[in-house]
């Protein structure tokens, strides 16, 4: 089993919703923070949002204000619920856990496999 498992991806048209949800499994999840990224073809791996062992969340400008992380100890997951997806919102996404809380994916040590959002126009 993966340490971590991303589901909800999909194609949805412009204007729609999603929830992605990210699992963890076989490790303590409550100490540590849970991002999510993206990566569309051709571009590099980008932040999107993350939570950290205390609720506390960031999110990356292209997503804030139409996107909302949350988390569930005693589920050991994740969810990001996306709104008003457009297009340039294509990507795969995945979550990652860390020990500290940065934007930058090269902070990160456990990762899942992604899932496909697709958002047709």
């Known amino acids: 089993q993966a340490p971590l498992v991303e589901s909800g991806g999909g194609l949805v048209q412009a204007g729609g919703s999603l929830t992605l949800s990210c699992a963890s499994f076989g490790r303590a999840f409550g100490p540590y923070t849970i991002s999510w990224f993206r990566q569309a073809p051709g571009k590099e791996r980008e932040f999107v949002a993350l939570?950290?062992?205390?609720?506390?969340?960031l999110y990356a400008d292209s997503v804030n204000g139409r996107s909302t992380i949350s988390r569930d100890n005693g589920k050991k997951s994740v969810y990001l619920q996306m709104s008003n997806l457009q297009p340039e919102d294509t990507a795969v996404y995945y979550c990652?856990?860390?020990?500290?809380?940065?934007?930058?994916?090269?902070?990160?040590?456990?990762w899942g496999q992604g899932t496909q959002v697709t958002v047709s126009a």
């Open positions: 990652a856990a860390g020990a500290v809380a940065d934007r930058s994916a090269d902070r990160y040590n456990t």
């Open positions: 939570v950290n062992p205390g609720g506390g969340t």
